[in-house]
């Protein structure tokens, strides 16, 4: 038999209702910005439904990035752009606020959040010349490897998330509490898990890690750059090499986005090559609500490889 226009009805009119529903969906899709994938990631753990774009990669040196179209196309549709601040993407982000245009990202506008903002850095220095290298007066920028700070900048950040978008505010409390709670039991693991770690000296490339050593009570010894962010060079090496056969390290530290050979250089000359070891500095998959957990767990897991320690 033919259908009448009444047995239609009912499945067109739920058809329209599916359309507005997903029209409404998309209309208050929150739009975030990050500058790096660790506040990519944290972004996702306290809003999942956010659409989050990260500036950079885990293989990339977040102070120095082009400042692409595609970035700048990203800057201009955000509601709320998260970065590091203390100047670390002080040589690429205001290119790409000025060239966006969009008035909700700019510095001091409600819609830039610096997580250095609710932190305390440390190591903070005078301002320095063309020749002194990546140094930063605010304090050392690399405070994503203390899980201490990042439980600090996901508390600013989940107030940030309910004041820009009020509808949802409850929902970003909520989110924050439950993120509060399982943290801080990864917290507990983590400090059982690494207590081998405690006393042990690392030689490392830039300051990277400054804060977790200071996290998990270790000391860095040396750094194989001369200048903050300069590559090594021969006359340093060989000052580095005496200070380690001195005091002999756990480990030479580089990140995965540095050149590894002064580290297995050096390491060689220490007479065991697997001593040079690559970490992580951030999480490998911004859109992971998990990835800062997986993070911690790798860093954790290589270093405590290098000392003998056991998981």
């Not at 830039?112 to 320095?128: N, T, W, Y």
């Not at 700070?149 to 508390?155: D, G, I, M």
């Not at 040079?276 to 897991?301: C, H, K, M, N, S």
């Amino acid at each position: 038999m033919p259908r009448t226009a009444t047995d239609v009805w009912p499945s067109t009119r739920w058809l329209i209702g599916c359309v507005c529903l997903a029209s409404a969906s998309t209309a208050h899709a929150l739009n975030v910005f990050a500058c790096e994938p660790e506040w990519a990631s944290l972004v996702k753990a306290l809003a999942p439904h956010a659409q989050v774009v990260s500036a950079t990669h885990h293989r990339q040196d977040p102070h120095h990035i082009e400042a692409r179209p595609s970035l700048i196309a990203a800057l201009r549709r955000a509601d709320l752009a998260v970065c590091t601040g203390a100047e670390l993407e002080a040589g690429w982000l205001p290119v790409l606020q000025q060239r966006a245009g969009n008035p909700k990202v700019l510095d001091r506008a409600d819609g830039m959040f610096f997580a250095s903002d609710h932190v305390a850095l440390i190591d903070a220095r005078a301002p320095g010349g063309p020749f002194d290298g990546d140094v930063h007066a605010a304090g050392n920028p690399h405070f994503q490897v203390d899980p201490d700070r990042v439980l600090e900048v996901a508390r600013g950040l989940a107030d940030t998330l309910a004041q820009i978008d009020p509808e949802r505010a409850s929902t970003y409390r909520h989110n924050a509490q439950r993120f509060e709670g399982d943290w801080q039991a990864h917290v507990q693991r983590w400090r059982a898990q690494t207590s081998p770690l405690r006393g042990q000296r690392v030689v490392a490339q830039h300051s990277s890690f400054a804060y977790l050593w200071r996290w998990l009570g270790m000391t860095q010894t040396a750094d194989l750059e001369p200048k903050p962010g300069l590559p090594p060079t021969p006359g340093h090496l060989n000052v580095v090499r005496h200070i380690a056969q001195r005091d002999r390290p756990m480990a030479v530290v580089f990140t995965r986005y540095q050149d590894g050979r002064s580290a297995r250089w050096l390491a060689t000359q220490l007479g065991n090559e697997a001593m040079a070891i690559a970490l992580p500095t951030t999480v490998d998959d911004a859109q992971d609500p998990q990835g800062l957990v997986r993070l911690f767990d790798e860093l954790f897991t290589r270093l405590l490889q290098a000392s003998g320690g056991k998981r």
